[in-house]
Structure formats: C-alpha cells, structure tokens
C-alpha cells in the first residue's frame, strides 16, 4: 500500500473529532431532560466498520473509553442484517456493551457501496429507565430486572423509517416517557448528522483511502501513547482501593489490581479483586475497562490522543463473576460513580512508587444524597441532585488538586448550578456553602478542600443515602502526601440538632435541615516541602489551621 | 451632541482602535465633495496607552498640515476603544479588593461552579482568584427566593464589617448578596454604609452594575468591575482631561463590550462594561459592511498576528451573548458574541510527538515574530509558509515598511518540518497551509453548528491584516456564499467606532411565569429604567431626540435552565408578552427542533437597551474612473494543485476601479494586506471599491 501522507492523517484526525464534537452539539440543542443539555451527561464518538473507537469523543470520559463494545456487540447479534438507513438503541451491560441500563446508546451504520464504513454513536444518560426508584439509581435492587428496563440492540429506525412501537415500548417503561422518547429522538438526529459528516468525509478522502486513514489514525495514536508508556519502569505493579460498605451492610470491598509494564505493554489484571456482590455497586466489563482507560489516560497527562489505539497495549484481566465483570444478573447501575473511584484510585496507586511525578492523589468520594419530595404547593414530585456538595479533587505533582469540583467519573466537567437558581425551583433554602477548613490533604501539593454545604428543606424530604466519602478518608494522598478529610453527612430539624445519617439506604425527614460536609482530596508529595508562601496564603485564606502549619507543614509565622 | 456653530468648525470625527501592535486612527473629513475617510497608524503604547493615541491623532494633524489643537478643536465626534481594562485583566494587575458576601457564601467566587473548559487538560489549575480569600467578608442577612428580607443587617454587624475592610487595607470594594437580584435593600444598606465609611474607595455593588440571577457569575462581575475599577478610571479621567486640554471640546466616547458607545462618565463606576472594547467595534464594521456588500448575514473574520476574531451578523445585527469570559473569569456583561481562535500569520507549525503536522495554538507573537521577520524567531509559522509559497511579497510586506526574509522562512521549515517529514521545502510549506485553514473552518463550523446557521447563505467578510491570504480557501472548504474584503479590512476596528452608536444595556432578572407578569406592573418598572438610562445618555452628550428603546426577554419553559432571548415590544401590553412567548416557541423549535406551545413559559432576564444614534459615516459609492491598469507583472506562486509554481499575476489594490475583475490564481497586494485568490476565484471591485470574491461561473 501507498504511503499515507501524514498531512492526510492530521488533517482527517481533527475532522474525524469533530464529527464528534458537532453529534454532541445537536444532542445538546435537541435533548429534553436537564441531565443532558444542562449537566451534558452524554457523550458522542465514531467508531470504524468492526468497532475500534476512532475519534476523541466528546463528552463524560467515563461513557466512551469502552464504547466500542456496543458496536461488536451490535455486529455480532445482526451480522448481514444490518442495512443502509437502520438506526440501533441498546443499553444492556450483559448481552450488548453498554455500561449501565440508565445510559442509552443510539448507532447508527454509515455506508457507502453497500459496505459499513462506520459506526456513529451517542451514549446518554436517561432522566429514568423504570425500576425501583424513580431517577435511574435503586439502591435496593439486588437483580438488574430492579433496576430499569434492559434493551439488547434494537432497530429503533429501520431503512430510514422509525419503528414507533419499539421507542414506545421502552418509553412506556419508565417514569417520563415524553422526555424519554424526546430524548432518544435528539440522539437519532445527533447521529444523523454524524453519519452525515463521516459520508463527506469519505467523498473528501475518497472511498478507498477512508479505511486506510482510520487505520492510520489509530497507529497514530498507538505510537504516541507507546512511548509514553516506554517511559515507566517495566516491572508489576500492584494498588487497590476499598469501599466501605457493600451497599447493604458495613462489609468493606477492596478493588486489587496488578498492572504489569513490559516494554509499552500493560497488563492490568483483577484477579485478586473479589466477587459480585449483592448491591448496585458492581462494575459491568465495559465500565470496568473505561475506568482502566481513564486512570491511564489521566496517569499520561489527559494530553494523549483519545482514540481505540491509544488502548490497543492495554490488555484487562476481569475474571467473570468478580466485581469488575459480574454475572448476570448482578445489578451494576451505580457503577460509573463506584467502583469507578476505586478502580481509577487502585490503578492510580499501583503507579504511586514506579512514577510517582505522574500519578494524582484520590480524589474524596461525594457522600451526598439525592433527595426527592412532594412540592408544598402540590406541583408534584421534586428530585434534588445536591451538585454543589461535591468532594475536592487529589494534587498533581503540578498543581494543588481543585477545591470543590464535579466527579472523577467525569474529570471534574459536570458544572454545578447556582444557589439561587436552585432556590428558585426547588422548595429549599441555602445556609452555607462555603470551603472546610483542614478538609484537604496536606502535601507539596494540598489536596481540594470539600465544603460544609447546607441546605433547609421547606417541606418533608426523602434521601437516597449514598455516603461513600463517610467514616474514612477516601481521597488518599501520594508520596508522602495525607489523605483529605472524610466527610459527614448529618440531618435533622435545624442544623444544631441534626443527627448523622447512614452511608446507605434510605432515610426521610420533616422539614427540616441536610447538611453535607464533603471529603478532601489527597495531598501529593512532602507537606514540608510546600512552598512557604502558599502554607501561609493557606493559613491567613482560613483553608488550614495555625496546628496544621505548624505541626503538618512545619510553617510557623 | 452639541450642534456645531458652522460645519466648517466641526469637520471631523475620529474612531481609534488601541490594537496590541498598532493604534488605528480613522477619520472623516467633511469636504466640499463631501465626507472623505482616511487612515492612519501609530506604535500602541501598553504602558501608558494614551501616549499611542496622541500619536496617532499628532499624525493625522501632521498629514493635514494642521495642528494637533486645531484637529481636535474641530473634532465633532471622537470614538476610543480602550485596552486599558482588558489589560489589567490579562496581567491581573488590578486593585487589591475586598468582597463582602452573605455569611456562608464567601466561596461562590472561588468555586466558580466547578467550570473547567477542557476536560482533559487535567495538569492546568483554575485561574487565581481575583480576591483572595482573607478579603472575602460576610455579613450576617437574608433574601428569600421571593424577594423577602429575612434578616436585615445589624448594626453592629456593619461597624464590624468596616473594621475587618479597614484592616485589609484594599483600594476597592466588591459587594454582591444573596438573592439580591430579588431585592436589593440590604446590599443597598450594605452599600450606603460603607460608602460613608469608605468615601475614597471604588464600591462596585452588584445590583447596580447588574440585578441577575446567578450568585457566582454576578460575584464574579462585581469583582472585575472593582478589580479594574480604581485604574480605568484613573486612565479614562487622565485621558480625557488630556483630550480636553489638547483642544477637544466634545465629550468622548468609549467603546463597551457591547458593541456601543458610552460616555466617560457612566464608565467610571462601571468599568467592566469596557472590559472587551478593544474587538467589539468590530460588530458594527460587521454590520455596516454586512449592508453594503447586500448580505444579510455575515461571518465577520479578524485574522492577525497571534489570532482570530470572529463574530456572526444575523440581519445586519451583531449576534450578543450575556456570559463572557476573559482569561478564564466570568462576567455577565451583554457583550458582542465573539469567538478568539489561536491561528494568526504568528501561528507555529511543528511536528508532533507521532509524527504529524500541527499548526498551533501558541504563536511567536511579533516578538520574536516569525522566522522572516529576522527577530530571531526561528520555528516556522503560517506568514513564512505563505512568504516561502510566494503568495507573500517579500518586499511588499506592509507596504514595503518591513521587509520579509525568504532565507529564514525556508530554513525554518525546512529544519523545523520538511527534513523531519522528508518533502520539500514548498510541500511543507503547503502542509502548513492546509492544516492553518482547516483549523480556522472547524472553528467556523463549531461556531455554525452551535448557532444553527447555514453557513451557504453567509458571506465572509475579511478584516485584519492576515486574513486576505486565507479568506477564498475557507470559503470554498465551507461553501459559503462568498468573501468580502474592504478596503478598510486592517482597521476594521477603528472604522467600526465611526459606526457605532450610544448604547446602554441593563438586565433584570424575574423569574416568573410568563402568564403571572402584570403589564403595567412590568412597564413601569421599565419606564423607570428608561429614566436611568436616558440620564446616562444625556450625560454622554447624546440630544433626547436620538434615543430609542428597545427590550429583550430571556424565556424558557418551566423546569429548564437555558433561556432564549426573543425581542419583547414596547410598550409592555398583554398582546406585546404573548407576541413574545409566540417568538419564543418558534425560536425552541428553529433551534431545538422542537417547541411545546402548550407547556407554561417563564420569564427570567430581561435585557432593556437604550441606544442613542449617532451620525455615521455613509459608505460613498466611487465613481471616478482611471484608464490605466498597472500589475506588479506575475511571479511564481504555489498551489497545491499543481506541482510546479504557478506564474500568478500580482495586481496593486490602490490602483483598481470599481467594476473591475480579476480571475484566479492572482494575487492582490493592498497596503496593510494582500489577498489571495486561487483558481476558479473571481474578485470583482464593488462601487466602494471594496472586493467580493466568488466563484467563477463556468
């Protein structure tokens, strides 16, 4: 074969991520529920005519790395049957690549001559999936039949003719079937327009050097992130990380890993990771090996192409039945928040005495709860996601880790809403929000501080408990670096005389006080090698106390 | 403005545009042939700014032979962009500021709501703070979501307040509370205390400069206004009292980020409102040339040195966005929607890691500059790719003023790319080429895709010095409908201040069902905001006959977050909400794709706007016509559809006619800028003498 001009590659890479730039920005314009054209909780990427993901996608960094998957999956269940025009929805973690019921993902087929060229793809997390509790996430399932409905790929366009009935049938399933069926129909015009972009692409380069390009590209990004990984000291590796509850009872869960570096390979095997468990906090295969994608990505920098070959030297060892590949019919619904933490923190550690210059202190765990009620003026249901009682992030050997900021899942990217919006929709009041003293890891570089976030409820409120970052620290620090402070999570009818609450299940209350202290990150590197000014800037800031200069940073004024 | 005694006395009016290189000065001149516009240049002078404007305005004096008194004595209308807010932001060199906030609330500005551009660029922190957190003071009081006061301040909170703002000793105070969008008594309370205490202070107080909802974002305003507060108004005082002793007798005007014009006085306590100046004057050279070129909708693109600016007109309007962000710290400003992309002619080109081509982000700016220049640059950048291609004159770079050394620009690429790449000089040069323009259409079309335009029914207009060179290629690669290019495409900026108006945003946030907003209740409030705003133009120096008003509102549907802002016309009557809400579903629907006419609308923001007209300069057709037709003869000139260069011919701008046409491959050479047509092209001078570029018919 000819030699592929490279200018050919660079300039059909960045026309390929944009591709996936322009699918997420017509989800975004089209979609219904808040979740995605607020928080942007989906992603849109292409993948080649077998499923190797082949443009940076857009989007939630946790949604993609494995999103090829869906594609192999989708391949092997209609082989020849897929046609020019058909458009596929699937969601099921077992049978079709998803990563979890509550995220929908639309494909569509591009062809050209008959053949399938490609794959355009967009993963959203739905506004509901049915189950057991309203809002995607129940904490009592014990099955994934509890948890939502379970969709294998199904032709929900075929021949560019919609089949009603089936968006009806999975619209029907869950609590808001209008938002949902608008949804899945902004999905459809997102990747339209992909498979749109990706045929001009194709006329631009010509049919038959588009196969070539898309090999060129992965290569591309193979080669970039090979050297980077050359730059790790072969030998194995091992991290792990726990979550203190199972989801039903204080037994804690350790997620092992040993990753094993030989040359530019990695093999990251879960053997010693133990088996399925009861609760929703299992990890499909496909979540699992995003995870693993996301933790060497950011362990690289973030600054790596973000492609299929950029994971090619990555081979995942996820025995069946363990927690990170559970059998069905295991539920897994909260896996893109846990284990996702302890599969990117057990990863990140396992690096922590080989490269320690690359690797991110933990991130604390969010610890608050979603709330729901009846509005007081008979409106009808609220469901309250408490977006600004987040954890702080880990540091980097660069930086301080961020104060307050959206979860690891999606690298700190979800933005939280203002107080005041909030107070205008929700029936609530705000008493503080506002930085933790002392709540960060001490290191060269401090971790992010969590806040005390409190919020007055003016009507009576549910909460689905979901305390990771409580009882123990969970955002560990690195290279001698501490760990940021665990969090508390209290309630009751004002805030002095609130009560602690569980780190699981479910708890109610009158109007009525919530208050969220949330965990710190992990500090990276010696704290008495912190630069003097920034101990005392943190000092005078209020962020640490005069005993944590003195006694943690050895600073006294 | 004031009438002037005759014509005679007051026959200029002067825009100037403080770039980062050069001071732009455009000037008309009433002739008895009628209004002539011209052109001049200074070296920008950051350090103290106004030394660049009185040497542009001494070298306008000079070219007319008069003096720099009698010029400005004689000038009716004088319109400054000003840099000088922009600049303390870049170099975060403000007043040190002290923010009071609602006790528990002292870290919105700090938490930012966890904005991080790229998700990916994990090593980056967040931008510093503009008030550290020890200057961060609450007070004790409370606003409900309705507008109740729950809790008014103390006052012994207050004299503790003072205290704590005495001991940290800043220049400037930054007030923004809860909910105070809502009702803004306390923070007036808050307000007028401290101004008694604190009578030498700059106070910026949130619900004066902007009552909207959104505690970070309007914190965050607030502070920039008192972070750029004490030194803008410091500069624009110095400047004018300047201006004045010089023999101005005009009160002058400043550009804002909106796009319009405003006196010196009302920018005193609000400066943030200039924060952007320097670029927006280019929306009304947007708009303006979108008129005479006969399109309604245009792509305005400014290409210099180090980057792009690119704005979008729709109906001869510029397109304005209410959250902006300078070096990542937000303000809600009405502000010209204006996209920055880092391709420029300073742009670097450089072989990646994996062995590819890229071209940018980061520039060699003008200093070292590109590798022809001879400054010491020596990575390679898209002005030597397009010198070593031919498409550049070397001795015609900026009207001949800076000579360009091909020598250098082939070394650069050749060690930098073309021996790493193993091609040719001139392929190399070709790659860089290709990849620059295929940079500045992706981000044309994200600007597209984002605000649903079709862009084959938009025409490019050129503006600045380096975007001649790239125009025809983007076009083609988006199909539009075609490329403009003024003559005065290198001062667009300055040109733009002359077609600028007298404007005055404000914004109020009710957040309420549409079909519970009482009319009268409603158009009261906005007659007392028409007061306000009619003062602030009076003192401006604009005549009550000049002012209009206009509204917008900000809808969505009940239980979303993103608003759509549709026109709301006044007077504020029943069937005037409902024509609105009308606007609004079909808006949701053209962007969207969907509406639900029956769902309950709300109402959150509404932005009144006060525009005082000004006279602008009328576009005069030319009719003069000359009989001879001078090229520069041809010389080579690579494409990349050919593999030998292409002897091109090389036409000099000022000597073409109006109706004049010149085919593809050729090259333009004007004096602050050349363009470049390729095959296929077709230029023809339009009766400015402005060119539209489209494609040959066949």
Known sequence: MERIDPTDISVFESKLNFVSREMGIVMQRASRSPILNQSHDFSCYVCDGVGNLISQADGVPIHTGGGGFAVERLIEYWRDEIADGDVFLLNDPYVAGGNHLPDFTVIQPVFERGRILSFVCGRAHQVDIGGGMAGTYNPNAREIYHEGIRIPPVKIVKAGTQCRDVIYLVALNTRFPEMVSADIQAMIGAVGVGSQRINELVEEFGYDMFEPLCGAVLDYAEAVVRKRIEEIPDGSYTGRDLMLNDGFSDTKVTIAVTITVDGSDLHVDFTETGPQIDSYKNSSYTNTCSAVYLAVATLLGGRIPLNGGSYRMIRISAPEGSLVNPKEPAPLTFCTHHPTYEIVHACWRAFEGAVPEMVSAGWGKPCHPVSSGQRPDGSGLFVLFHMSAQPGAGALSCRDGFDQIGQLQSLGAITMPNLEAYEQIYPVRFLSHQFRIDSAGAGQFRGGSGVEYSVEFLTASRHNLRGEGVGAPTGFGVVRGTAGQAGLVTAGSTREASEELASYGEASMEAGVLTVVSPGGGGWGDPKDRDRQSVLDDLRSGMISLECARDVYGVSE | ?698
């Open chain 2, 1 to 698: 403005m004031t009438p002037a005694k005759t014509p005679e006395a007051k026959r200029f009016k002067i825009g100037i545009d403080v770039g980062g290189t050069f001071t732009d000065l455009s000037i008309v001149e009433d002739t008895e042939s009628g209004p002539s516009l011209s052109f001049h240049k200074a070296l920008s002078t950051p350090d103290d700014p106004s030394v660049g404007v009185f040497d542009a305005l001494n070298v306008a004096a000079q070219e007319r032979g008069i003096s720099r008194e009698a010029l400005l004595s004689q000038t009716r209308f004088l319109g400054l962009g000003t840099t000088v807010a922009t600049n303390i932001m870049v170099q975060r060199q403000g007043a040190d500021v002290a923010l009071v906030a609602t006790r528990g609330f002292r870290d919105a500005l700090s938490i930012r709501r966890g904005i991080r551009e790229d998700v990916w660029d994990i090593r980056r922190p967040h931008p510093k703070e503009l008030v550290p957190r020890w200057n961060r003071f609450t007070i004790e009081e409370r606003v409900d979501s309705k507008g109740n006061v729950l809790l008014t301040p103390r006052a012994d909170e207050l004299d503790r307040l003072a205290e704590e703002i005495k001991a940290a000793d800043v220049e400037a105070i930054a007030i923004c509370l809860f909910n105070s969008f809502l009702n803004h008594e306390n923070e007036t309370m808050v307000a007028d205390y401290l101004r008694r205490v604190f009578p030498n202070h700059f106070i910026s107080v949130s619900t004066e400069l902007i009552p909207r909802i959104g505690e970070y974002e309007r914190t965050s305003t607030t502070v920039i206004n008192a972070f750029v507060g004490p030194k803008t108004a410091r500069y624009l005082i110095q400047l004018v009292t300047a201006l004045r002793e010089a023999g101005l007798q005009q009160e002058p005007l400043i550009m804002q980020s909106n796009g319009g014009l405003v006196g010196v006085a009302p920018l005193l306590t609000a400066p943030v409102r200039a924060v952007l100046s320097g670029p927006a004057a280019g929306g009304s050279a947007a708009a303006s040339w979108a008129e005479i070129s006969g399109a309604d909708d245009v792509v305005f693109f400014d290409m210099g040195g180090t980057s792009i600016d690119i704005l979008v007109t729709e109906q001869k309007n510029a397109n304005h966005k209410d959250v902006t962000a300078i070096e990542g710290y937000h303000m809600v400003v009405p502000s010209i929607d204006i996209r920055t992309v880092g391709t420029g002619g300073g742009t670097i080109a450089r072989v990646d890691p994996g062995g590819l081509l890229r071209v940018g982000p980061d520039s060699a700016g003008s200093v070292p500059g590109p590798a022809s220049y001879g400054r010491g640059g020596i990575q390679p950048t898209v002005t030597d790719a397009n010198l070593v291609l031919g498409r550049l004159s070397g001795d015609q770079f900026m009207a001949g003023k800076m000579p360009l050394d091909m020598h250098l620009a082939r070394q650069a690429i050749d060690v930098g790319i073309a021996k790493k790449q193993g091609v040719s000089v001139e392929q190399s040069a070709l790659d860089i080429i290709r990849i620059a323009n295929e940079n500045m259409a992706a981000s044309l079309r994200i600007v597209a895709a984002e605000g649903g335009l079709d862009l084959r029914k938009y025409m490019l207009v050129s503006a600045g010095g380096a975007a001649g060179m790239h125009v025809s290629a983007i076009r083609r690669m988006l199909g539009m409908a075609g490329v403009y290019i003024p003559l005065q495409a290198s001062v667009a900026c300055s040109v733009g201040m002359l077609l600028s108006d007298i404007q005055r945003d404000q914004v109020i946030s009710i957040v309420r069902p549409i079909s519970e907003i009482e009319p009268e209740e409603l158009q009261e409030r906005l007659e007392t905001e028409a007061g306000q705003a009619s003062a602030e133009l009076l003192e401006s120096g604009c005549t009550t006959d000049k002012i209009s008003h206009r509204c917008s509102v900000e809808l969505r549907y009940v239980g979303q977050v993103w608003n759509i802002s549709v026109p709301l016309d006044l007077p504020v009557t029943q069937s005037a909400l409902d024509a609105a809400t009308v606007r609004f579903h079909d808006r949701h629907k053209k962007l969207y794709h969907h509406d639900h006419r029956d769902q309950s609308v709300e109402l959150v923001n509404i932005q009144f706007v006060t525009v005082g007209n000004t006279d602008k300069i009328e576009w005069r057709e030319i009719t003069s016509v000359k009989d001879v037709k001078p090229t520069r003869g041809e010389r080579p000139v690579w494409f990349a559809w050919s593999d030998t260069p292409v002897d091109t011919k090389v036409f000099d701008g000022t000597t073409l006619q109006p109706g004049d046409s010149i085919e593809g491959p050729a090259v333009i050479e004007e004096k602050t800028t050349s363009v470049l047509l390729d095959r296929g092209d077709l230029a023809r001078v339009d009766s400015f003498g402005n060119y539209v570029v489209t494609v040959k018919e066949k």
